[in-house]
């Protein structure tokens, strides 16, 4: 990553983890850590767990091509941080590799068949806001059945304070779709707590704001440069980008989070941004984009999430707030 871009060093990114783990005054000694390994940004998680103190941090990753490219960044970083010895790198989600976990740090899908094979006091942290959660993605029946507790991270934490980093992440994703942001008029779209931030990167890059959860809230006959989409994840998309297209010819319609239906395009020539849709549950421009920064500090605070769910009423009071519980479920303490 270094090679491409100097801001990823080595040495840079271990500074930043160490400071993420001060921060949060991670403490996962004693606890084996099942997550995920990763190319690029995400490449930091499970040296994480290790500089948290983990006893064990085992890590899923692909046997292809990029499975080995994933590996060696891993073991270069991991060896960079001094905690090689203490990370295992998986091909295949045995049940041996599952049932071993206390904590199960991860973005990936986490079904019935996978809950079944962890231990009862296993716990599950989501690596991200609990609203962010895509239908489906973990299979909560299962996990309230065998009392496996689970929950996102608080964002706004001040020791995670990933909200800081979107207003310039949306600047970013408008930059790469060819809008200067500077002195444009700007439709943000948005349903959830990533409002005020993204308004305010908006803003302060120079732009005109205006901010409605739905096309529907907008007064007619207004024009705008781009349209950007932060909504919350749903099973079926809430807003065509066909309509939007209709609505507002000649606006880039760049979408930042959430799902949007992108059938019928070409008959309205829209003019879509990020090209490819983004993968379920992630935003169309990686924070990773701005640098390390808002990577390391989610993944040190989902982290922590995991170690207070583990810890129970052991933790300390003030840990709580670490946690984001899902909608209509309570923290376990």
Same mark, same amino acid.
């Given at each position: 990553m270094?090679?491409?871009r100097p801001g990823w060093n080595l040495e840079r990114l271990r500074g930043l983890m160490d400071d993420a783990v001060a921060r949060c005054r991670l403490d996962l000694s004693? %606890?084996?850590?099942? +997550?995920e390994a990763a190319t690029g940004p995400f490449v930091v998680t499970p040296v994480l767990a290790a500089l948290g103190g983990a006893k064990r941090v085992r890590a899923l990753v692909g046997s292809n091509d990029c499975g080995t490219e994933i590996a060696a960044q891993t073991h270069d970083l991991a060896r960079a941080s001094g905690v090689v010895d203490r990370i295992e790198l998986h091909e295949r989600k045995t049940r041996s590799v599952i049932g071993r976990a206390d904590i199960v740090a991860s973005g990936a899908l986490i079904d019935a068949?996978? !809950?079944r094979q962890m231990k009862p006091s296993a716990v599950i942290t989501l690596m991200h806001e609990a609203w962010e959660l895509p239908r489906g993605r973990v299979d909560l029946t299962a996990c309230r059945k065998r009392g496996i507790a689970v =929950?996102?991270?608080?964002g706004r934490h001040p020791a995670v304070h990933v909200y800081s980093y979107l207003g310039v992440a949306v600047v970013r994703l408008l930059l790469d779709a060819g809008v200067a942001v500077q002195g444009c008029t700007i439709l943000l779209l948005c349903d959830n707590p990533f409002a005020s931030s993204l308004v305010r990167g908006l +803003?302060?890059?120079?732009a005109r704001v205006a901010l409605a959860a739905r096309p529907s809230e907008v007064a007619p006959g207004r024009s705008f440069d781009a349209i950007v989409v932060a909504l919350k994840h749903r099973f079926r998309?809430? !807003? %065509? =980008?066909? &309509?939007?297209a209709a609505r507002w010819p000649g606006a880039v319609i760049a979408q930042f989070c959430g799902d949007l239906d992108r059938k019928g395009l070409d008959a309205v020539h829209a003019l879509l941004w990020p090209i490819a849709p983004p993968p379920r549950g992630h935003l169309g421009t990686l924070c990773a984009s701005i640098g390390p920064e808002p990577i390391v500090r989610l993944q040190a605070g989902g982290l922590k999430v995991g170690e207070v769910l583990s810890r129970g009423v052991h933790a300390l009071p003030e840990d709580f &707030?670490? !946690?984001?519980?899902?909608d209509g479920e309570t923290v376990p303490a």
């Open positions: 270094s090679a491409v004693g %606890a084996e850590v099942l +997550t068949a996978m !809950i =929950a996102g991270t608080n +803003t302060n890059a120079g998309p809430l !807003i %065509a =980008a066909r &309509d939007l &707030d670490y !946690i984001q519980a899902l």
